[in-house]
């Protein structure tokens, strides 16, 4: 008889804890309560912003295509003399391009006078039309640095050289080499996390900011020290 007196507790409190989870069960079922994420919503980022390829898509080759013909440049300009050092390009010829770039008026500045398949150098040699950078740093030598060291231009691939290669987008892969201004873009979405405010969420008061200077009256230079709360 003791022992079922002691057992007795023990069988009511299992009896409370099984009612109230049967009660709690029911409310839920009854009235449940919406659920909130605490994640913020999911950025939409647009295609353009992780595509790869490069904003431009030069010429692969020194060529002029008209309708179903493809021409070499130098299939013209072999027989066209070049134009002299004082006269500055018509617009006779290749009315489509138009040509703002700085005080860099001449085409003969950056193509070669006798040969239009290639570049020409500081020295009047030759550059291949595969290698404009080396143009390009004829005037813009600490642009051309920047580049060489990753921190201007655009890098395709692994970071890690031991998974994959890299590669390095040209100038004309971003710049028009005859209006070299990049054109505005929008900025891509931030990232949103937990640890980024909601839009819409209050400040902070500025009395709970430890390193905010304000001015008190009666202090000695006007600017003192808040404490943080």
Avoid at 18 to 39: C, E, K, M, N, Y
Avoid at 180 to 194: D, K, Q, R, V, Y
Wanted: hydrophobic share 30%; proline share 11%; net charge positive.
């Amino acid at each position: 008889m003791s022992g079922e007196n002691r057992d007795y507790p023990a069988n009511r409190t299992g009896l409370w804890v099984s009612g109230t989870l049967v009660s709690f069960a029911l409310i839920l079922a009854i009235a449940p309560r919406p659920f909130s994420s605490p994640l913020p919503s999911t950025t939409i980022v647009p295609d353009w912003a992780t595509d790869p390829s490069p904003l431009r898509r030069p010429a692969p080759e020194p060529a002029c295509r008209t309708a179903a013909f493809v021409y070499a440049c130098s299939d013209c300009h072999r027989i066209i003399p070049p134009r002299s050092e004082q006269r500055f390009r018509t617009t006779i010829q290749h009315r489509e391009v138009v040509l703002e770039h700085g005080i860099n008026t001449r085409c003969l500045n950056c193509h070669h006078p006798t040969n239009r398949d290639a570049f020409v150098d500081d020295s009047g040699g030759e550059i291949p039309w595969d290698q404009p950078q080396r143009l390009c740093a004829k005037c813009h030598g600490p642009v051309y640095r920047d580049w060489q060291h990753g921190s201007h231009g655009r890098t395709n691939g692994y970071w890690d050289k031991t998974r994959g290669p890299q590669i390095r987008r040209k100038c004309i892969e971003c710049h028009d080499p005859h209006r070299p201004p990049f054109p505005s873009l929008e900025p891509a979405p931030g990232p949103n996390t937990l640890r980024m405010a909601q839009a819409g969420h209050i400040e902070h008061s500025q009395s709970h900011n430890p390193l905010q200077l304000s001015r008190k009256a009666g202090s000695s230079d006007g600017v003192v020290l808040e404490e943080g709360h």
